[in-house]
């Protein structure tokens, strides 16, 4: 994963110097599209209030509210939505691959987190945010 993370910085860094972005497009159904914004905007108010815990000395609590908010237990929210408004069965493997490895790498980082020990979770926060940058490096949805 760490291997996957470098090129996709790499591609990042490259795409952002140049006029056109050439991270693949992952062409979605407008329903899923709304959705996943909306679940990305959600994930990244997530990654500020578990810093914001952290910063505060509540490791524990951060823990809880990644795994809630980001790990496995968050999986399956758009279930009861009607299938083009659901983002994961749209879009490509490798995306989708990504979005599963960041839901697990959320979790990893709540268990670290429940130990209440501050500096192996401030250690394990790349591996909490890896996935997340990974996935939007080589994919776009507009």
Not at 53 to 70: C, D, P, S, T, Y
Not at 100 to 128: C, Q, Y
């Amino acid at each position: 994963m760490q291997k996957f993370v470098l090129i996709s910085l790499l591609a990042f860094a490259g795409a952002s110097s140049a006029a056109e972005d050439v991270r693949i497009l992952a062409t979605l159904p407008t329903p899923a599209v709304e959705v996943l914004r909306d679940e990305m905007r959600a994930n990244m108010l997530a990654l500020n209030e578990i810093l914001v815990l952290i910063a505060e000395g509540k490791v524990k609590e951060a823990g809880i509210k990644a795994e809630q908010e980001l790990g496995v237990s968050s999986m399956g929210r758009h279930r009861d939505k009607p299938f083009d408004a659901r983002p994961g069965p749209h879009m490509p493997p490798e995306m989708h691959a990504l979005g599963m490895e960041g839901h697990k790498s959320a979790s990893e980082f709540a268990r670290i987190a429940a130990s209440g020990e501050r500096n192996k979770t401030v250690d394990a926060l790349p591996g909490l945010t890896s996935a997340c940058v990974s996935c939007h490096a080589v994919y776009r949805i507009r």
